[in-house]
C-alpha cells in the first residue's frame, strides 16, 4: 500500500513562511494526483489545494490562493506545499492525500491514501 509521511510543520509567526513535504513510498507516485488538507480542532477537514499527476494543473482554495503554492517532483517523489504570508487561521494539523483518478479534488472522497498529518501553528 502508499505510505505517506509529512513534515515541515511548526510554530511561526504570523507573515512568516513555511515549506510542507510529503513523501509517498509503496506506489508509482508520478500516476498519483495529490491534494493537501488541514484540520483545526473541532472542525472538519478542509481543502487547501491539489495537484495532478504531471503537474500540469493546481487548485486552491479561496482562502490560500496568491499565498500558497502546491508543487511536485516526482524523480522524488514529494510533494511540497509553500506557505507564505502565513495567519493564525492556517493554524491546523495539515495532511497530505493521494488519488488515483481525476475528479473534484476539493473533497476529500476520491483520496485513497492519507498522511500522519503535520501541525502548523501561527501566532498572532
Known amino acids: 500500500q502508499v505510505q505517506l509521511v509529512e513534515s515541515g510543520g511548526g510554530l511561526v509567526q504570523a507573515g512568516a513562511s513555511l515549506r510542507l513535504s510529503c513523501v509517498a513510498s509503496g506506489g508509482t507516485f508520478s500516476t498519483y494526483n495529490m491534494g493537501w488538507f488541514r484540520q483545526a480542532p473541532g472542525l472538519e477537514r478542509e481543502f487547501v489545494g491539489a495537484?495532478?499527476?504531471?503537474?500540469?494543473?493546481?487548485y486552491y482554495a479561496d482562502s490560500v490562493k496568491g499565498r500558497f503554492t502546491i508543487s511536485r517532483d516526482n524523480a522524488k517523489n514529494t510533494v511540497y506545499l509553500q506557505m507564505n504570508s502565513l495567519k493564525p487561521e492556517d493554524t491546523a494539523v495539515y495532511y497530505c492525500?493521494?488519488?488515483?483518478?481525476?475528479?473534484?479534488?476539493?473533497?476529500?472522497?476520491?483520496?485513497?491514501?492519507w498522511g500522519q498529518g503535520t501541525q502548523v501553528t501561527v501566532s498572532s
Open positions: 495537484i495532478t499527476w504531471s503537474g500540469g494543473s493546481t
Open positions: 492525500a493521494a488519488r488515483l483518478y481525476a475528479g473534484t479534488y476539493t473533497y476529500t472522497s476520491g483520496y485513497s491514501y
